[in-house]
């Protein structure tokens, strides 16, 4: 099946799979791209949600450098009346040590991720696209085309960006469709999230939370990896992720000591819970003829600290402007996966990172670092990298390496290090 002639011209249909920021983003770049080739082409994106009720479960801040990825990608004025409240810094909690306040390069944003999803769908129907909403049930790739079943509407196209998220159905779907073309395979791993929502007086907002996100590291809630609460224009996000997540681990977290002292005097009860995931590790094969995955559909989320909305925006740009520029067969769009290098050879330091701090946790390692970094700016700039996503792994674990202090509190380290990668069976193992 492979062409090394398929292009997108005058009067070719692209579908988007997902009205998301990835697949809006796609949408956008499609149009104007097209509009530069002085090609008009139909682009119909298919998003079962409706933006005006639904949205997805993900915190809703957007991160440096946001402003850049809008102007210089999606070639368009950064939102800025999105923003609910400027992020200044972090506060970084662990179960004995006193919070530790974490600032660096400023341009991090809350907004309501709601409104976030519908303006950039809409702006992608201003543009031109078509948007119908219903789910994708069936797809089909030949040398013909790809045919595309929803709910309410077949569809034959030229091209197929997949921005579906990690919808396990549609997940499915494009495995089975594409098992003998370009097979593409799911990301392997994934994080479960558990998200609150809770408005509160806008004094105690102020006063309790500020402009800072609150980021724990619970010791002693064995299935949570982490978790944050993060000020918004009238209310907190209060979020959790970790492996096998119920309800009696948000339970939990809101029970937690640090996390129970910020919200003390606040209701709590009759909350909802909103579960969503995220992955840890890249999907395989995320192109082929006439098609390109994009956002977490690609799992090319960093594993640790994700920036989900930034690299939906990349991906969604970049795939749609590789179909337009290079032509849509899988040769030609072997650029796009190759301007992520950079994220998948930070991977394997991704997953040792998150190993590291898995045992650092078990071990109490953890809590003697935050206590360092409250004399060390060095150690506090390494922590902000971490805890805002700023810089690679590779990067911040080169830089810990390097810290006098932190290699002579090696020894006791490593000293667990074998039975935490070999436990035995009376030990838990955390999946690695």
Known sequence: MENDHLKIMDGSTVAVIGGGPAGSA??????????????????????GKDFDRHYNQCVGVLSHPIVEIFEEKLEMPFPEHLIKREISSYMLYSATNSALELSGEKGTYATRRILFDRFMLQTAQDLGAEVTRSRVTDIEFNDSGVKIYAEDKFLR????????????????????A????????????????????????????????GSRIHAFIPLELKNIEFGAITPKGDHIIINIAGRNLTSIDMDNFLGYPPVRVLLKGLKLSGLDYY???????????????RFAAAGDATGLIRPYKGKGINVALETGAKAAEIMIKNGISASDLSAY???????????FYGRLFRLLVMISI????????????????????VLFKVVSGEGTYHEVIREIAGIKEITKLGYSFFKHLPAFVFPTKSQERVDR
């Open 157 to 176: 196209a030229d091209a197929v960006i997949g921005a579906f998220g990690l919808d396990d159905g549609i997940m499915s779907v494009i495995e089975h």
């Open 178 to 209: 594409s098992r003998n073309v370009f097979a593409y395979k799911r990301p392997p791993k994934v994080l479960d999230t558990l998200v609150v929502k809770t408005h509160i007086d806008l004094n105690i907002l102020q006063e309790r939370f």
């Open 337 to 347: 996966p190759a301007a992520f290098d950079h994220l998948r050879a930070d991977f």
């Open 362 to 381: 078990k071990t109490g390692f953890v809590e003697q670092v935050i206590g360092m970094a409250k004399d060390d700016p060095h150690l506090r700039d």
């Open 275 to 289: 579960k969503g995931k995220y992955p840890i590790r890249p999907a395989q094969r995320i192109i082929g003829d």
């Open 26 to 47: 796609a949408a956008i770049k499609l149009i104007k791209e097209a509009a530069k080739k002085g090609i008009k082409i139909k682009v119909v994106v298919f998003e």
